[in-house]
């Protein structure tokens, strides 16, 4: 069966003055959507790389804010891309490779980064590894002729809201108390809510199939 057009993520900040001001700039300039895509890995390295450097000791407050401007920056390079890609009109045949290729190895680098940052490797493995079930899932029911299910309770948006969130906590905590539990907590969050949203999407593909008879 040959797969659907890829679908778009819901996403209110594409309606935004700012992201269209943005893309309409780099479309105008020739910047291809697929070094926009790739630019997201680079700011996921370097929020790994700040992440790691918090787990050892160094400058934990400054990297902990680093690590969460470089999240930011991932998001913002995941909009932009698909903006100049579509309202753009710079679509390329390799397209759909990285729009999603890039994402699942930047799940894979802030997740782990941050599970080193708050020295529990462990979980912050599981919670990559939950992030990436979340997006096979939804190529899987894309695979069966299935809408595109981009929902929550722990889509990547709101995974990297919360590591956003639990980065600029611990850097209060560190500054204030001296411990990052605050990361810890995000992770533990961002487990359990990825688990009930692979749940949620799987009890949706099943629905969907059994639907077609």
């Given at each position: ?9 819901p996403?209110?900040s594409?309606n935004s ?5 943005a893309a ?10 697929n070094r926009?895509?790739?630019a997201?890995m680079g700011?996921?390295?370097l ?10 000791g ?6 902990l ?5 470089c999240?930011q920056?991932?998001l913002v ?8 890609a ?7 045949s390799?397209?759909?490779f ?6 699942r ?13 708050a020295?529990?490797a ?10 990436i079930?979340t997006?096979?899932?939804r ?5 069966e ?6 929902s ?20 209060v905590?560190v ?13 533990w969050?961002i487990?359990?809510g ?6 949620r ?11 077609r008879?």
């Open positions: 069966m040959t797969a659907p057009a890829p679908e778009r993520r996403l209110n594409r003055r700012w992201a269209h001001r309409a700039r780099l479309a105008a300039r020739g910047v291809a959507p926009i895509s790739q997201s700011f996921a390295a929020a790994f790389a700040a992440f790691w450097g918090v787990g050892e160094v400058a934990p407050q400054a990297l804010l680093i690590g969460a401007l999240v920056g991932r390079c995941n909009l932009l891309d698909g903006m100049v579509v309202e753009g009109g710079l679509k390329t390799d397209g759909p990285w729009n999603e290729a890039p994402d190895l930047a799940d894979a680098l802030i997740l782990g980064g941050l599970g080193l940052a020295g529990q462990a979980l912050g493995l599981l919670a990559a590894s939950l992030a079930a997006a096979y899932l190529e899987l029911g894309r695979a002729g299935l809408p595109g299910d981009y929550g309770p722990m889509a990547k948006p709101h995974r990297m809201a919360t590591v956003t969130v639990g980065a600029v906590a611990a850097a905590e500054a204030t108390l001296g411990s990052t539990l605050a990361l810890t907590l995000a992770l969050a487990v359990i990825t688990v009930a949203t692979i749940l999407r799987s009890v949706r593909i099943l629905n969907g199939l059994r639907a008879g």
